[in-house]
C-alpha cells in the first residue's frame, strides 16, 4: 500500500493524501497571506474517488483547480459537508479576487465540483463494488457534518487493508456539536492498519473549556456594566454559532449582532439541525440575535452600545475591518479573540503588539483584548486516548507543526509511527 502526502506533512494546511495513486483523502489548500498554495503536484495522477472529512478550505479549497486539472470523479461527503463547502468555495474566488490574484480556477469548476457529491450519512457501511472499497463516515467532533473516514479495500497484492483517516478531530464536547467519541465502542476499529492522525494539538492540552467560557462570559458583563462595547471575531463556520450559543447563556442588556460570513452558515445550520448537538437549542440562540444587514446597517448598530460577532475570525478581512475603526479608541471596549491566529495575522499583531492594520493604516486599540481557548480540535491528551484505544499497526501523524507532531509521535509509545515529510511516500506491506 502507497500512501503519498501532498500536503498537511509537517504542516496545517492542505491535506492532500493519495493512496494507492487512485483514493484521495481530501484535497485541501493553504490560504496564505498574498496566494493560496496548492498541494504538490497531482495533475498526471488517475483519481476515481474522492473523500471529503469536512468543508474547511485546508480540505475542500483545491478542487475547483483539481477539476480545471482533469479531475470528474465521485466525492463522497456528508450533506452538511457539501453545503459549506458549497459556501466556502463561491467566497474563495472573490478573495483570490480581492487580493488582486487571478483565481487558477473559474466559477464554474465550483459547480462542476459540487455536481460530483454523493451524500454519505455516519455510521453506515457503503460498498464500491466495481473497486471493490468499502467504507464508513464516523462524527468527527470538529465543525457540523465533520466526518472521520474508514476506507476498506483490496491492495494491488490482494490482501484487505483497513486505513482510518481522522481529519481535523475534536473528542471535547462543545455547545455546538458533542465530541467524537467512535474510538469508545467500536470493534472494526481493533484492526485497522494504518491510522493517520491529526496532530494539530499534538504537543498542548487545552485549558478546561467550562472555566474559559464562564471567564469568557463575566469580561462580556464586566465591558458591558462600564458602557463599553465588545467584538468578538470569530471565524464562520462553527466558531461563530458556538458563541451565539454561549452568549444565549446570559441575558446581557445590549444587543447581540451577527455580522459576515456566519450568517448565512447560521441560516444553513438551522435547516440541516440534525448534525447539531441540540438543534432546538440552537434555534433558540439565534432568535436571541440580530442579524446586521450590509454595510449601511452597520452604521446603526454603531450607534449604541452593542455586544458584535463577525467575521474574520483572524481580523484579515470581513466586517470586523470596519468595526475596528469604530471601536479602537475607546478604553471601554473590549475585544475577545476566539480562535487560533496564524502569525502575520491582525489578530495576531493585535495580541503581540496592540495594533491592527486596516487599509494600510494602523489603529492601536485602547481597550481590553484578550484571547481565549475555544478550539475545535482535540487536545494532546484527547489525542493520545483516540490512539491508545485504536491501537493501529501503523500510526502516521500529519496535519501539525513538526513540533506538534513530534511531540505526539513519541508520547504515543507507538513502534510503528511516521511523520511523513512534505511529498513523501510512505510504503506499507
Ligand atoms: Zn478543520
Ligand atoms: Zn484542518
Redesign the pocket.
Known sequence: MKIQFLGSAKEVGRSCILVNDWILLDAGLMIGKEKAEYPEDFSEKDIKAVFLT?A?L??TGALPLLNHLGLRCVIYATKMTRAITKILLKDSIHIEELKGNHPAYTEENINNILSYFTYTNYNRDYEEKGVSLKYKFLDAG??PG?ASVLIDFEDKSGQRKKILYT??INAIDSNLLNGLNYHKKNSELKNVDVLICESTYGGRDHPPRAEQEKEFLSTIQRTIDKGGSVLIPAFAVGRSQEIIMMLAKRNFKVPVYLDGMGKKVTDLFIKEHKFLKDGKLFQKAVEKVEFVKDHRDRKRVVQGQAIIVTTSGMMDGGPIMDYIKYYYHDENNAILLTGYQAEESNGRKLLEHGYVDVDNKSYNVKGLVKKFDFS?HSGQKELLEMIKAINPKHLIINHGDPEESEELAEKSGMINVHIPELGETIRIS
Open positions: 469536512h474547511h485546508d480540505h470538529h465543525i465533520s481529519g481535523d475545535a
